[in-house]
Every structure is written in structure tokens, then in C-alpha cells.
């Protein structure tokens, strides 16, 4: 019983993760890009999936991989999602750099791009904090960290709803709906703040 739940989990988080993807790959909207423009794209689908997987490693939701298991593969996928971010903003520069200049400098017309640019600046300094965790006091750390993790999520979901891309809208809705919920559920229940309330208020 004990195995068949933790495969029914990892079936459970790979069909969340997977099924965006293959329905991105699928689409028509792909039909001549370019083969950068294409993993640059794949790059920003995928990030989406990792930004589901990181609070299950924090929590150790995910069946071996939990405690000190689970916060090493975190700190991994962290580097992974910066990676991804990276491959993704070089790939759509190389395609398209004026587009690009507009998104950084927060000229483009385009409603997306404000956001992803905020999500983008969030896991740069989210990757920073987590490189200078050892000078920083636990609680100042889990404080910052937490509210750098809510503008990269609040700033990819926004991101990637308002694109009209290759990703599938009700398939994306889903899995951006599931990234805040369980985002949500994780920041709720580790407190970050709770070493800044006033004794009496808390728990």
C-alpha cells in the first residue's frame, strides 16, 4: 500500500508536469519557428514545472526525496530554474533583441512582459540569497527567501496566462492554479514571519 501511494504521488506530479509539455509540443504554433525560438520557449514551459517542484522538496512531499534528501535536490533545481530562466530570455534575445531590450526596460507594449521580467529579477535574487545563506540570521533568510518566492510565482503565473503561446490554456491554467495552491500551502506552513510577531500573537 505504502509503495502504491508514493507511486500513485511521483504519477500524480509527472502527469501535472508532462501533460503542459507534450500539449506545448504539439502545438501548431511552432510550425516554422526557429529551432532557438523553440528552446527558448520549452525553456519557460519547463520552469513552470520546476517552480512546482520546489515546494514539494521543501515540504518532502515527493517519496524519496524528503529531509536533508529533499533540500539538496531543492537547492539543485533552484540552479536548474535560474538555468532555464537564463536559456530562455538568451534565446528570445538572439530571436528577437528589440522585443527583448523593450521587456527589460519595461517599455513593451505587450501586457506579459512587465511580469516575467519581475519573475526573472525574483529567481536571480531568490539563487543570490540561497548562495549567502550561511552570513545571513535563519530568520531574516526564510523571511526574504519566502517573499522573493511569492513575486516569482505570483510573476510567472501572470506571465504565462496572459501569452497566447504554445502552451494549451486550460492545461496551463491548471498547472499555474496547482503552483500557487501548493506554493501557498508551503509558505503558510513553514511561517517565515512568525520570528517577527509579537509573542502574544503567536502559535
Same mark, same amino acid.
Request: glycine fraction near 10%.
Given at each position: 500500500?505504502?509503495?502504491? +501511494? +508514493? ?34 520557449? /520549452?525553456?519557460g514551459v519547463l ?10 522538496? &521543501? ?9 536533508? !534528501?529533499?533540500?539538496?535536490? +531543492? ?12 536559456? +530562455? ?22 501586457? /506579459?512582459?512587465?511580469?516575467?521580467v519581475i519573475a526573472?529579477?525574483?529567481? /536571480? ?24 518566492? &511569492? ?20 492545461? !496551463? ?15 503558510? !506552513?513553514?511561517?517565515a514571519w512568525a520570528? /517577527?510577531?509579537? !509573542?502574544?500573537?503567536?502559535?
Amino acid at each position: 500500500m505504502n509503495r502504491l +501511494h +508514493h507511486a500513485l504521488i511521483w504519477a500524480g506530479f509527472l502527469a501535472v508536469i508532462g501533460v503542459p509539455l507534450v500539449l506545448a509540443a504539439t502545438s501548431p504554433l511552432l510550425a516554422w519557428r526557429q529551432p532557438i525560438y523553440v528552446a527558448a520557449g /520549452f525553456a519557460g514551459v519547463l520552469g513552470m514545472a520546476v517552480l512546482l517542484a520546489q515546494p514539494l522538496l &521543501v515540504t518532502g512531499v515527493l517519496p524519496g526525496l524528503s529531509g536533508l !534528501k529533499g533540500r539538496r535536490a +531543492h537547492r539543485w533545481v533552484g540552479g536548474l530554474l535560474v538555468g532555464l530562466i537564463v536559456v +530562455h530570455v538568451v534565446g528570445l534575445w538572439i530571436t528577437s533583441p528589440p522585443d527583448m531590450i523593450d521587456a527589460l526596460t519595461f517599455t513593451s507594449p505587450t501586457p /506579459f512582459s512587465p511580469w516575467g521580467v519581475i519573475a526573472m529579477w525574483a529567481i /536571480f535574487g531568490a539563487a543570490g540569497l540561497a548562495i549567502y545563506r550561511a552570513r545571513m540570521r535563519l530568520p531574516i533568510w526564510r523571511i526574504a527567501h519566502s517573499a522573493l518566492v &511569492v513575486i516569482v510565482v505570483i510573476g510567472s503565473v501572470v506571465h504565462a496566462m496572459l501569452i497566447e503561446g504554445t502552451m494549451e490554456i486550460v492545461s !496551463k491554467a491548471a498547472v499555474s492554479a496547482i503552483v500557487l495552491i501548493v506554493t501557498g500551502l508551503t509558505i503558510a !506552513k513553514r511561517r517565515a514571519w512568525a520570528p /517577527f510577531m509579537p !509573542k502574544r500573537t503567536r502559535r
